[in-house]
């Protein structure tokens, strides 16, 4: 069964320090892999996709086949980072997207 | 701009009562989501419909149904509502098939008393 585990509900993490938001996933074919964010009052909304290769907001994520992740970094965080984020998965291409339970990141002044 | 909205941002209602939530688009997209977000739990798919008047329970239906008479409008409908029913409601579209990328609404808080 397809499945995405985001083993931290929320990580803290001091202004300009490194950021690494955690995301395994269970899927035995070629998965789709997305981040999504939520900040405050705004709604959820794509970060980025893993074929698409590019840097948003300063964030990359590299798909890791033999780890089976999708690891959501960013070199110096910043106070506008602080969201909840969905790791998620499209499989089967049947446009279903299964995300992940969700990382609160919070950044401390 | 891409635009997804919801009937309602806040619902109060009372258990046993029959529940409608609303979501339109106007992207002209095929497919349409529903899903409830609770803490803890992320968001999990109730229903999705990949075209007018189709319908596929996703992974929680249970005491749900919905509606898809046309394409830009997917409603969400709880038959008798219940305590265990109060979250958070999305609603997201996608493009044509392979479109990967959901675009979703502001969310219905609703409340079950």
């Known amino acids: 069964a397809q499945r995405v585990t985001q083993p931290e509900k929320l990580l803290s993490v001091f202004k300009g320090a490194p950021v690494e938001l955690k995301c395994n996933y269970s899927y035995s074919g070629s998965p789709e892999l997305f981040w999504y964010v939520q900040y405050s009052r705004q709604r959820l909304q794509l970060l980025l996709r893993?074929?698409s290769r590019e840097s948003i907001k300063g964030f990359t994520a590299d798909l890791n086949k033999g780890e089976t992740s999708f690891h959501l970094k960013k070199p110096f965080a910043q106070e506008e980072d602080s969201a909840m984020y969905y790791c998620a998965l499209s499989a089967n291409r049947d446009d279903k997207i299964i995300f992940g339970k969700g990382t609160r990141l919070h950044i401390l002044p | 701009d891409v635009k997804v909205t919801q009937s309602s941002r806040y619902l109060v209602k009372r258990t046993g009562e029959k529940v409608f939530l609303e979501c339109v688009q106007d992207?002209?997209?095929?497919?349409m989501f529903w899903y409830r977000q609770d803490p803890g739990l992320g968001l999990r798919l109730i229903y999705f419909s990949y075209d007018v008047k189709m319908k596929e329970k996703g992974d929680i239906p249970e005491g749900y149904s919905v509606s898809r008479e046309k394409k830009e409008r997917f409603s969400l409908i709880l038959e008798s509502a219940s305590t265990n029913q109060t979250s958070m409601y999305l609603c997201?579209?996608?493009?044509?098939?392979?479109?990967?990328?959901?675009?979703f609404g502001p969310g219905t808080r609703l409340t079950v008393t």
């Open positions: 992207m002209d997209h095929e497919n």
């Open positions: 997201a579209s996608s493009g044509a098939r392979g479109s990967y990328e959901q675009y």
């Open positions: 893993h074929i």
